[in-house]
Each structure stands twice: as structure tokens, then as C-alpha cells.
């Protein structure tokens, strides 16, 4: 299963984008890259995932490296309500052969006003 | 739309009492469904999963046992509960294929 490694906290200005970077250097040819972010007494919200293109919705953009080695989501315009932990994380198959999602660490953001 | 039910919100439960957690998924039909805990401070470990009715596989050697009775129910149980099943667990379903997993709002369960 390929390991994902972020940083374990950043900062942004609201009204700024916010970049979360993320490696994944052991990634597969057909792992998907998914971001996920979960907000204290949540449940995770998935935002976005991605193979090899860029991929933009009303939430985010994902932008994932010619190699597939990192990726970057971007928050364009962060918002108060946009502190969160946010988790990369690459598909990875269970023993039965369905697929889970292997939570690491993430990154805390905290958007200051 | 897709909506997942998760209940109770919050429970507490002496060490060595049964559990019954329940989750059902509106709007779809034959999804992949998903138990994970949240221990303090830590990521997510997945539990369970069911990729169809009866159909249940674990990830983890627990005190916890799943069941799915119905396409779109999936229940978490323990006959015991242990100090250590304390924890924020989750559900989550997904279509099939390399489909995201949506989460519920989780049961916050502490043993006491």
C-alpha cells in the first residue's frame, strides 16, 4: 500500500488559497490519490480524488504531479470553516481485494481571520 | 441524493454491556459499507466492510462483530464491551468501482 506524507500543520489567511502539499512516492499506476478533511466530531468529508489529471470541483482543485510522486489541493479562497484536518490518502486494496482507505496523520489547517 | 444514518450520536456504556451500533444509506442500492474507529488523537483504522448482504469481511482480530441484514443496513455489535472499545466510530459507504467513501456523523462511544 502506498504511504502518503504531509505536513502536520499549516496556516492561511482567510480569504487566501490554501495549498496542502502531499507525497506519495511509492504510488501504483492505478491508485487514485483521494483528500479528505474532517473537522473536530465529524465524520471525514471527502473532497476530491484524482488519478494522473488535475481535477477542479465546486470545493477544491487537485493538482497532481507528471510523475504522481506528490499532489497539492488547493482551497482557493479559505474560510473560518475551512480548519480542519485534512487527509491524502492513496486507495489501497483490503485483504479480500475491496478497497480501504488508509488514514494517516494529515495536516492541520487553521485559516486565521 | 445519498444519505447515510448513523445512531446514536453518543453512548455510554458500562465495561462488559452489549453494543448495537446502526447505520443505513438512503438513495442507492448495493453500496460497499464500511465500520472504522477513530481512537483519541489518532487516524482511522477500518473495521469492517461488506461488499453485499450477509457478505462481511474484517480487517482487524476485536471484541466487535458486524453484520449486514439488509442491502442497506450495517450494524456493529459487541456481546462485551472492553475499556478499550472506547472510541468515535464510522460509517461510510461507497458505489463500486474507485468511488469515494462517504462518512456519517460517527457515535462517539465511551466505556466506562
Known amino acids: 500500500d502506498a504511504k502518503t506524507t504531509q505536513p502536520p500543520s499549516m496556516d492561511c489567511a482567510e480569504g487566501r488559497a490554501a495549498n496542502l502539499p502531499c507525497n506519495h512516492s511509492?504510488?501504483?499506476?492505478?491508485?487514485?490519490v483521494y483528500w479528505y478533511r474532517q473537522i473536530h466530531s465529524q465524520g471525514p468529508q471527502y473532497i476530491i480524488h484524482?488519478?494522473?489529471n488535475n481535477e477542479t470541483n465546486e470545493m477544491a482543485s487537485l493538482i497532481i504531479t507528471e510523475d504522481r510522486k506528490s499532489s497539492t489541493l488547493i482551497l482557493p479562497h479559505a474560510t473560518l470553516r475551512d480548519t480542519a484536518v485534512y487527509y491524502c490518502?492513496?486507495?489501497?486494496?483490503?485483504?479480500?481485494?475491496?478497497?480501504?482507505?488508509?488514514f494517516g496523520k494529515g495536516t492541520k489547517l487553521t485559516v486565521n481571520p | 441524493s445519498q444519505t447515510i444514518h448513523q445512531w446514536p450520536a453518543t453512548l455510554v456504556q458500562p465495561v462488559g454491556s452489549p453494543l448495537s451500533l446502526e447505520c443505513t444509506v438512503e438513495?442507492?442500492?448495493?453500496?460497499?459499507l464500511y465500520w472504522y474507529r477513530q481512537a483519541a488523537g489518532r487516524g482511522l483504522q477500518l473495521l469492517f466492510y461488506?461488499?453485499?448482504?450477509?457478505?462481511i469481511s474484517s480487517e482487524v482480530p476485536q471484541n466487535l462483530s458486524a453484520s449486514r441484514p439488509q442491502d442497506r443496513q450495517f450494524i456493529l455489535s459487541s456481546k462485551k464491551l472492553l475499556l478499550s472499545d472506547s472510541g468515535f466510530y464510522l460509517c461510510?459507504?461507497?458505489?463500486?468501482?474507485?468511488?469515494?467513501?462517504?462518512f456519517g456523523d460517527g457515535t462517539r462511544l465511551s466505556i466506562l
Open positions: 461510510a459507504w461507497s458505489s463500486q468501482g474507485a468511488q469515494p467513501q462517504h
Open positions: 511509492t504510488i501504483s499506476g492505478n491508485e487514485y
Open positions: 484524482g488519478l494522473k
Open positions: 490518502i492513496v486507495r489501497a486494496r483490503t485483504q479480500g481485494g475491496s478497497e480501504k482507505l488508509v
Open positions: 438513495g442507492t442500492s448495493n453500496p460497499n
Open positions: 461488506s461488499v453485499g448482504i450477509g457478505q
